[in-house]
């Protein structure tokens, strides 16, 4: 009933910026949590980002201070900004929707997710 597409991946150097884009479609309106997961080349997936409709959002550690997310209601389309890119962040890059939760991070709380878009930083 929702599906969800990412965009907006590719490749840029350290220290440069992308935009990635996830555009929802279905009943959105049921869903109150989106985020966004990473998985590095043989490493495991990893929390990147999220925001919640009362405009609540977190982010990992790793991330905080380049990394912006936020949402376009109108559009129903979620935004992660990467700013300063560097070498350990190339992944492919997920958006995901869930329900309220107490733990944003947690993968195994939400239920749609997109099919991943692939970010790659060149040094």
């Known amino acids: 009933q929702v599906q969800l597409v990412e965009s907006g991946g590719g490749l840029v150097q350290a220290g440069g910026s992308l935009r990635l884009s996830c555009a929802a479609s279905?009943?959105?309106?049921?869903?109150?949590?989106m985020g966004w997961f990473r998985q590095p080349p043989g490493k495991g997936r990893e929390f990147v980002a999220a925001?919640?409709?009362?405009?609540?959002?977190y982010y990992a550690d790793s991330v905080k201070g380049r990394f912006t997310i936020s949402r376009d209601g109108a559009k129903n389309t979620a935004y992660l900004k990467m700013n300063s890119l560097k070498v350990r962040d190339p992944a492919v890059y997920y958006c995901?929707?869930?329900?309220?939760?107490?733990?944003?991070?947690?993968?195994?709380?939400?239920?749609?997710w997109g099919q991943g878009t692939q970010v790659t930083v060149s040094s």
């Open positions: 995901a929707v869930g329900p309220a939760m107490r733990n944003t991070s947690y993968a195994d709380e939400y239920k749609y």
């Open positions: 279905g009943r959105t309106g049921s869903w109150y949590t």
């Open positions: 925001i919640t409709w009362i405009r609540s959002t």
